[in-house]
Each structure stands twice: as C-alpha cells, then as structure tokens.
C-alpha cells in the first residue's frame, strides 16, 4: 500500500517510513497539511497517517479539508500524535478522522493498524 | 503608532471583510506593546489568514511581553497552539526563560513543547536545565530532549543520547541516533555500532546511515566492519552510509557490492553506488553506466538530472582507451553511445579522431551530432579537412554542428566553403549558426558585402553584430523583419545615439517598430523620456511595454501614471498598471489598486486581490 505520512517532524516522517517499508508498504511525506493536499494531487494513497501539531495547516484543519473535498474523502485518514487526552480525540474524529493513535509506537502497532483502516476502507 | 490609528486598527480587526481584518492584523505588525492583546486575539480569528497576520506581526512586534502573553496560547486549540509554537520559536531567545517552567509541567504535552522549542531556538539555552528531561516519564518527551541536544550540540550531552541509545522505547534510541549523526559525535561511534548487531531492524539501519553522517576514522573502520557482518538486507544501506562518509580510490573490494547496488531499483542507491564506483573508478562499471543512461526516457525532467550525473560518473572513471574499447560494442544503447562520444571529446581523446570522423557518417543523427561536437572539443587541426566535408553532410543538425566546430577552431579556410553553405541552405538555424561563424572568423570581410545580402542573412547579422553604426544602419533597413532584428539589439548598446534612434522609433508611423522599440526599452530596463507620451499609444502593446520600461527604470517618479493605466480599456495595460504598482508597494498603491478590486474582468479581480494579500 501507498501511505502518506504527514509530519513537521523529519525523524519522525523517517521512523514511520521505515515502519512502513518493514511491513512492505511505500511511504510518501509530507511536511505538512498545506505539502500534503499539494503531494496529493499528484500520488494516489491508500491511508494517510498525520501529526497534528504543524505549522502552516495543522492535522485538524488538513482532515477537515480533505474530508470534504470529494476526490479525498474516501482515503482513510489516521490521525498519529504525541497527545493522549480524550479531548484531542474526540476533536480528530469530529473533524473526520478514522483513527487516532497516539507515539511512540511500535512497528508492529503501526502496521497492524494499517491493515485494520485500510480493511475497513 | 498614534492612539487614533490604533483604535482604528483594533476595530478593523472585527470588519466582516476578511481582507480589511487581515490588512488590520498585518499593520498591527507596527505598533507597540498595545497591539499584542488585540493580536492575541486575532490569533482566533476564523480565518487562517488573520491568524497567520496576527502571528506575523506578533514576531515583528517581538520582546518578552509577546513570549509572556503567547505562552497560555499553547494550551488551546491546535490551530492557535500552532501558531504560539511558531511564534515563541520566532522571537528567540526571549522565549526562553518562559519555557523553563513548562519543562515542570504536569502536562507531558507543555513539556514536550517546551524541549522542542527549546532545542529549535538553542540560542542562549541552559542545555543543563534539559537534562533532567532525558528521565521524563513520557517517551514523547524523552525523544524530543535527544533531538533538541542533536539541535543544541553540546558535546556533554553525548553521554546522555548514548544511554538513550539502550532506552526501553525504540522510538527514543531512534532519536538518540539521528541527535548523535547531526552532532557528528565521534565519541558515539562504539555505542552506535554495537546497535550494528542489535535485534531491532529499524535502529540497525538508522545506526549505518548515523555511522555514515560521522565523518572520521573510526567509524568508517565500523562501517568496514559491518558490511563483513550484516546480511544482505542491511548491507546496501552500510555501504551507502560508507560512500556518504567517503571512500578511498584504494577500497576496491567494495567494487561488487557497489556494482550490485547500481542495479537497484531506487535512484537513491544507484546514486550512491555510481558516486562510489567514481571514487575508485571502476572501468568495469562503464558499460552498466552508458546502458543505463542508454535506457533512460529523456521525455521524463527527472531522468535528464540522472543522465547528467551518469555523464558526470563516465567522465570521471573512463579513460581514452576504455571508452574507446566500447565502442565496437554494437548492443549499446543509441542514447549510451551518444554519451561516450561526448565523453571521447571532454576527455580531448586524439587517438579517437578517427573513430569520430567515421561516426560523422553514422546512420544515427544524435550520433553524428555528438561526433562533431566531440571534434570541436578536441579542437585538433587534423580535424578541419573531415568538418568541411561534413558540411555537406544529408543531416541540417549535422551541418550545424560542423559549422559550429569550424568556428570553435576558427578555421579560416572553411569561410568561403560556409559562406557557399548558408547561400543554398534551407534550415534557418544553419544560417544562424554560419552567419555567426562568418562573423567571428573575419566580420569584415563578411560584412564588406551586407547592403546585398539576402534578408535572412542581414537579420543573423543583426542578432550577433557587436557595432551599433551597423545595427543604426540595419534599423533602417528596407525590410522591416530586418529593422525589428536590429531594434531589438539596439537598448543592449548602453550608446546615446542608440537610445536617440529608439525614442525616435517610438513616434514611428508603423505599428510593428513602436512595439519593438517599446519591449527593447522595457527588456533592457532603458529610460527615455519619450516613455511617457506612448503609455498614450493608441496599441495597448506600446502602451504596455512603455508601463513595464518606466516601472523598471523611473516607477517611483510617475506613480500617477500607472493610477491613471488602472483605468485603462485593455485588460493588459490594466494588469501591467497593477504589476507596476505592486513592485512600487506603500499606502497610495495599496489604495489605488484597491480601487478596483470591483473591476468586471474576473482575471483582474484574482490578480487585484492577490497584489492587494502580498501589499
């Protein structure tokens, strides 16, 4: 599967890339949501994985945004933050989010949770 | 900023018209400490681009009272959490006595941030302060202290990131990792190879590409010694890291594993596997390279960028002899033998001037091209004789190239056999290319004869002659295409009576040559004075080009002009006005163009609205 992975940070976009790659799947950054939707119009992903603290569009407002522009709604979209309060939560999946898991995380949590959004997908 | 205009901008601040809210919060951006709770608030505005103003003119109002007041911002929304990160990161060292208490704070999320923005600003950071963080309770935070002491480069922080490296979360030996590479921490190098060997994929890799960010001895040895030890699926990334670190011409034995990496399907690694068969010059890999690049559709932009570090590669392992046994080898590719051809001529290859001079008459074109050209390159006299008589050659690029060797070698006795090609031939681009030779090899014999050339001859002669008498002679020729020819050479002369000739043109009857004259002016950034009567022209094309000429040259003495062209009938000379007046930029051009930000035309309403944001 192709995944987009959305994060200001490069250690992070990198370790999530290797996860990817270990579970046999190809990664795409992004740096940020305004990167994101431009990266997008030229990749076609199967899931999108973003952070939701960075500058110029934050994960909220990029999750608003993709999930009411038809040619994006559909792609599942997991939001993956070091903030673990039910308050963040609820704001990611009210804005449309499929998912919410919070860092660190294991290889092995990623890639198992990628297969279950994509599945559901 | 006076009371009055403040209170002013304050109420901006709640319009309706985003615009005017955005316009208020940028211009906040030049008050004082009483703009920084109105700006606060701002940074909840609706729109993101009041938000991103407020933000803006927060940094640009700067000082602890901005740090002080931006710090609770952190704890609400993300938009506006966003915004403080990049605010406090912004003003600096001010920030940073604010962000010591958060390192306490009982939200892992504050502390997280304030290790971040403490590593991002590092200047004036007590990094002792951030020890204590490496214990966090939160792995998040733990991870964020490895990567601010990457960030902060403090040598005493290294003996924290190398326990970090045996933390119980990956995540955080991960960071520990990239923090050591951007410290270039020599001194990690034994804890960092003995992830070499670890259980943990992820921090194998990551440990090669930190060994290959550390420049020194010792960990290229580590390097060495982990491509003996690792399996094949971890050993790409050891030999990269090890290209990256430098490699030596005499580290032959890597040469099969880099050759097996140059088969790679990730440009990534072919790049790294043909930078290190460059070092030890591999002439075994010369032929993958030209098959390679042999196979490569130049149709894609990205694969011209890998042809041109394959050329780079070629060049720099073959030698004359090498390239020269390849080619006899009939299965190389087209596009292949086209680079060794070139490549024979860069390296100034003598014993290949008879292989080239047979491969003038090859059936391939791009072949012959490059054959010619590697002649020039070689610039050997032998090689006049076959270039002449490759004048004639079926091929017009062929012919073009000839020409052009002739005259790289300035050739004397292909004048008279050039001169008989250009009379008859049919491609334009050869006449060019021979006008120009002519010129260079004896312009006045050449030009003894000009007032009886054919038209296509005299416009070359326009384009290339380095005399402004001649092109005042050719402005004034019969044909007109000839006339345009010279005009449009004549503002590159910095001459009087060049500048005299294309005022005179810009009165001129025809329509053609006031245009012409009207874009060389604009072109060349030429002030005349006869500028300001044709932005009145009745062509919208002069009037344009005079806007553009006098914008470039003398915009901030007549901004009327360019408010008076804002009303101007053609939509061109419209958006010209409003070019004119954005690079003019201030209040009054502000004003002026938001004077017609109803236009009818839509193009000129996205543009009025655009000029207005970046204003």
Known sequence: MKIMVVDDDKTTRKILGLYLKGGGHEPVFAENGLDAIEKLAANEVDLILTDLNMPYMDGIELTKTLKTDPSFKDIPLVMITTENDEAERSKAMAAGANGYLVKPISADTLNKNVKIFAKKN | ?615
């Not at chain 2, 014993?351 to 091209?369: F, G, N, P, W, Y």
């Not at chain 2, 038209?455 to 050719?474: P, R, S």
């Not at chain 2, 062209?565 to 419209?574: F, H, Q, S």
């Not at chain 2, 954005?582 to 209040?587: D, F, N, P, T």
């Open chain 2, 1 to 615: 900023m006076n009371k009055a205009r403040l209170e002013k901008l304050k109420k901006s601040l709640n319009h309706s018209d985003v615009s005017r809210r955005r316009q208020a919060a940028s211009m906040l951006g030049e008050g004082d400490e009483r703009a920084i709770y109105p700006l606060i608030t701002a940074l909840f505005d609706k729109s993101l681009a009041v938000q991103d103003s407020a933000a803006q003119s927060l940094i640009q109002i700067g000082g602890e009272a901005v740090a002080y007041m931006t710090i609770p911002v952190l704890r609400k929304e993300a938009s506006q959490r966003n915004a403080a990160l990049l605010i406090l990161k912004d003003l600096g060292e001010v920030s940073v006595p604010f962000l010591y208490d958060l390192l306490k704070d009982r939200d892992e999320d504050m502390r997280k941030f304030a290790v971040d923005l403490l590593g991002d600003i590092h200047v004036g950071v007590d990094y002792e302060s951030l020890i204590p963080m490496f214990k966090d309770e939160n792995a998040n935070v733990r991870a964020a202290t490895c990567r601010s002491f990457g960030l902060l480069n403090v040598k005493d922080g290294v003996k924290y990131l190398k326990e970090a490296l045996s933390d119980p979360e990956e995540w955080v030996a991960f960071n520990a990792l990239e923090a050591l590479g951007a410290m270039e921490s020599e001194e990690g190098v034994t804890a960092i190879s003995e992830l070499c060997n670890g259980s943990s994929l992820v921090l194998k890799f990551a440990a090669f590409e930190t060994l290959g960010k550390i420049p020194s001895k010792q960990s290229r040895d580590a390097l060495i010694e982990c491509t003996k030890t690792t399996d094949s699926l971890t050993k790409s990334v050891a030999v990269k890291s090890l290209v990256q670190i430098g490699i030596e011409p005499d580290m032959l034995f890597l040469a099969t594993d880099l050759r097996v990496m140059l088969q790679s399907d990730d440009w990534e690694d072919r790049f790294a596997a043909i930078s290190g068969l460059s070092v030890i010059k591999d002439k075994e890999s010369l032929y993958t390279l030209l098959d390679m690049a042999g196979s490569l559709d130049t149709s894609y932009p990205e694969n011209e960028e890998h042809i041109a570090i394959i050329k780079d590669a070629v060049l720099n392992i073959a030698d004359c002899s090498s390239l020269l046994s390849l080619c006899d080898i009939n299965n190389l590719k087209f596009r292949g033998m086209a680079i060794l051809v070139e490549t024979l001529g860069k390296l100034k290859c003598i014993e290949a001037i008879d292989t080239l001079v047979k491969l003038l008459r090859s059936s391939l074109r791009d072949i012959r091209r490059e054959a010619a050209h590697a002649l020039v390159e070689i610039a050997d006299e032998r090689c006049v004789d076959s270039l002449i008589e490759a004048l004639s050659d079926e091929d017009g690029h062929v012919r073009k190239q000839s020409i052009y060797a002739l005259r790289k070698l300035k050739a004397k006795k292909s004048f008279l056999p050039i001169l008989d090609l250009i009379s008859k031939e049919s491609y334009e681009d050869v006449v060019d290319e021979g006008v120009k030779a002519l010129l260079s090899m004896d312009s006045s014999k050449f030009l003894h004869k000009a007032s009886s050339y054919p038209e296509n001859f005299k416009i070359y002669i326009a384009k290339y002659a380095q005399e402004t008498e001649l092109l005042l002679d050719l402005s004034k020729d019969d044909s007109k295409s000839v006339k345009i020819a010279a005009i449009s050479r004549l503002g590159s002369f910095n001459q009087q009576n060049a500048y005299d000739r294309l005022s005179e043109l810009l009165n001129d009857n025809d329509l053609e040559l006031r245009r012409s004259s009207a874009m060389t002016l604009s072109q060349y950034g030429v002030f005349v004075d006869a500028l300001l009567s044709a932005v009145n022209d009745s062509d919208m094309w002069v009037r344009f080009y005079a806007l553009k000429a006098i914008a470039a040259t003398k915009g901030a003495e007549y901004p009327d002009l360019f408010a008076q062209a804002l009303n101007d009938r053609e939509n061109l000379v419209v958006m010209g006005a409003i070019d004119a007046l954005s690079i003019l930029g201030g209040q009054d051009a502000y004003e002026a163009i938001y004077s017609i930000k109803d236009h009818t035309d839509d193009a000129i309403r996205q543009r009025v609205e655009e000029v207005l944001q970046s204003l």
